[in-house]
């Protein structure tokens, strides 16, 4: 679904689909825009909008799916969704506008241990001797 068809969906929907609120996906978009759209530059154009690019790589990170099939839905090759997801990595990461929970955060809401232990020795185990086994076919 591109960003178009996804602008119109509820905004708790929005956040269903692509793992972040509406408003923190305008917000890096803002960031990513002057980096990413190549409208009237040189070189080759990209054939998705810088709104699409973003939702290609919160797929990714959504999702997990390998590049080549998030490239065949895109219509991109998976070389060109491996070099998008890293540049917009490092965009958003060198903005600093968007940070994940520091450890102090993760850990202060973590529930009690429990540790349990599990005896895993090797025991050995009774088989019959291979001569009695010839014994009993003889008979």
Not at 20 to 46: A, I
Not at 52 to 63: K, S
């Amino acid at each position: 679904m591109t960003y178009d068809q996804l602008k119109h969906l509820k905004p708790s929907t929005f956040k269903r689909r692509c793992g972040v609120h509406l408003e923190t996906f305008n917000q890096m978009v803002e960031v990513l825009r002057p980096h990413l759209d190549r409208r009237g530059k040189r070189g080759g154009q990209t054939k998705l909008s810088v709104a699409d690019q973003l939702l290609v790589v919160l797929e990714y990170w959504r999702e997990y799916r390998t590049y080549f099939h998030i490239g065949s839905s895109w219509g991109l090759s998976e070389s060109a969704v491996c070099r998008l997801v890293h540049k917009v990595e490092h965009l958003l990461m060198d903005s600093g506008q968007f940070r994940l929970p520091g450890k102090k955060q993760l850990y202060q809401n973590g529930g009690s241990w429990q540790v349990g232990a599990v005896d895993v020795t090797q025991r050995p185990i009774e088989r019959p001797k291979k001569t009695a086994g010839l014994l009993q076919r003889q008979a």
